[in-house]
């Protein structure tokens, strides 16, 4: 017998027997049609024989969770699944086993696909009220988080494991499931939504509460709010491109125009530190974009060009392999003496450009810019700037190379943007008399 598990199905089941004995034969069925080898887990709050009957009835393991509520029933259930991927419901029957067929059809389409009751062609059959109050909830979270998801409350999910395999989640209650969304969001995996019909559970009540639930909701908003705005957010430099804040999207644009306009038209182009910046995507389509970090990679899939994870110090390509290389915001994080000068001029070739961007330490403007920046955002990338490198400098740098400077923009007078054309013959070293 096979020990491979392609889906492992989490059914937290607080006093859901009576449910249960209904849901895990229809799971199983559904299972079982679409050639699915899976593992069901059914997590229970202490002892339950009734749920523990039902479940161990239809070959289920049971699950006794250590922590309290929905948050401490799925962590348990992420700890122990064994699947590729990851398939969480509700015991109650408001979320139907016939629908994992939908899902499983897409789990291509996306890292994260949720059944949800807010977007075309799905529905949600509910009182008023608690309608209202789900509306409301979802498109504060989605206003506030600048994400485009329309029901961020939806429990009936598919995940692909690595999303939630040993992560660290900290939220109790129903509030986990905005966590795990958010968290994702951070690492640069994707999300989609498949339109699904809610309708109530079949037996018993809800175990959300409404005053405890919204208190959970609240601080673990802000929490998220903090990471969703912080530079460790997979597509940060996506964000500032649009950004409500005037002078963080004037600036962004203002660095894509210099950049985009300095590389030459058909250039085969190699961007170090892309991060997640739309110019990856305005490269000509031969580019190649690298970066450390593997999330900032996983978000600019997007873009449509190769991507590599490197460190600038060692880039993985031959000698002068590209016509055109890009570095923006990167040298000032990385200390003087390091390699990454030297390979940028490795790769490229010659006769090729060399599009570099930093601030600029050698003027009054950038100083007192990072200065404002630090007070009102402590902890993003200006207090990551550990080389502070001048305009006169970097000339002086590249001229003993024997490189030509052909442009230098600013923006603001503050972040410095030059690009040197590489000697198509390497420079005559006279011998000293």
């Known amino acids: 017998m096979s020990d491979v598990v392609d889906l492992s199905v989490i059914v937290p089941a607080h006093h859901e027997g009576r449910n249960l004995t209904a849901l895990l034969p229809q799971l199983r069925e559904v299972l079982r049609a679409q050639g699915i080898r899976a593992e069901v887990l059914v997590v229970t709050s202490g002892h339950d024989p009734e749920a523990e009957a039902a479940a161990r009835a239809e070959g289920a393991l049971v699950l006794e969770q250590r922590e309290r509520g929905y948050g401490g029933a799925l962590r348990m259930g992420f700890a122990q699944a064994r699947g590729r991927y990851v398939l969480t419901m509700d015991a109650d029957l408001s979320h139907p086993p016939h629908f994992l067929a939908d899902l499983w059809r897409e789990r291509h389409a996306a890292e994260i696909l949720i059944a949800s009751r807010y977007v075309s062609g799905g529905r949600a059959r509910m009182p008023l009220a608690r309608r209202l109050l789900s509306l409301t909830l979802n498109r504060f979270f989605a206003r506030g988080l600048s994400l485009s998801v329309r029901d961020?409350?939806?429990?009936?999910?598919?995940?692909?494991?690595?999303?939630?395999?040993?992560?660290?989640?900290?939220?109790?209650?129903?509030?986990?499931?905005?966590?795990?969304?958010?968290?994702?969001?951070?690492?640069?995996?994707?999300?989609?939504?498949?339109?699904?019909?809610?309708?109530?559970?079949?037996?018993?009540?809800?175990?959300?509460?409404?005053?405890?639930?919204?208190?959970?909701?609240?601080?673990?908003?802000?929490?998220?709010?903090?990471?969703?705005?912080?530079?460790?957010?997979?597509?940060?430099?996506?964000?500032?491109?649009?950004?409500?804040?005037?002078?963080?999207?004037?600036?962004?644009?203002?660095?894509?125009?210099?950049?985009?306009?300095?590389?030459?038209?058909?250039?085969?182009?190699?961007?170090?530190?892309?991060?997640?910046?739309?110019?990856?995507?305005?490269?000509?389509?031969?580019?190649?974009?690298?970066?450390?970090?593997?999330?900032?990679?996983?978000?600019?899939?997007?873009?449509?060009?190769?991507l590599a994870q490197a460190s600038g110090f060692s880039l993985p390509f031959p000698d002068q392999s590209f016509s055109c290389v890009v570095c923006s915001q990167?040298?000032?994080?990385?200390?003087?003496?390091?390699?990454?000068?030297?390979?940028?001029?490795?790769?490229?070739?010659?006769?090729?450009?060399?599009?570099?961007?930093?601030?600029?330490?050698?003027?009054?403007?950038?100083?007192?810019?990072?200065?404002?920046?630090?007070?009102?955002?402590?902890?993003?990338?200006?207090?990551?700037?550990?080389?502070?490198?001048?305009?006169?400098?970097?000339v002086a740098l590249f001229d003993a190379k024997g490189y030509r400077l052909q442009a230098t923009r600013y923006i603001l007078r503050a972040e410095l943007i030059l690009a040197f054309d590489k000697p198509a013959t390497p420079p005559r070293v006279v011998a000293a008399a």
Request: aromatic fraction near 12%; proline fraction near 5%.
């Open 152 to 306: 961020m409350s939806s429990g009936f999910r598919l995940y692909d494991a690595r999303v939630v395999r040993g992560r660290d989640f900290d939220a109790h209650d129903f509030d986990i499931l905005q966590e795990i969304l958010v968290k994702a969001y951070a690492e640069g995996w994707r999300s989609a939504e498949v339109p699904f019909r809610y309708e109530p559970r079949a037996h018993g009540s809800s175990n959300a509460r409404v005053i405890p639930f919204g208190i959970a909701y609240l601080r673990t908003f802000f929490a998220l709010w903090k990471l969703r705005n912080s530079i460790l957010c997979a597509d940060y430099d996506d964000r500032a491109f649009d950004s409500a804040i005037f002078a963080q999207r004037y600036w962004q644009r203002e660095r894509f125009r210099h950049v985009t306009e300095l590389v030459p038209a058909g250039a085969r182009v190699l961007d170090v530190g892309c991060g997640s910046s739309r110019i990856i995507a305005a490269l000509p389509a031969r580019s190649v974009a690298v970066d450390i970090l593997l999330r900032k990679l996983r978000y600019a899939r997007r873009f449509g060009r190769l």
């Open 330 to 394: 990167v040298i000032e994080h990385v200390p003087r003496d390091s390699p990454i000068l030297d390979e940028l001029c490795r790769v490229l070739a010659p006769g090729g450009r060399l599009v570099l961007g930093t601030p600029d330490y050698g003027g009054w403007q950038w100083p007192v810019i990072e200065a404002i920046y630090a007070r009102v955002a402590p902890g993003a990338y200006a207090d990551e700037h550990i080389t502070h490198y001048t305009r006169q400098e970097l």
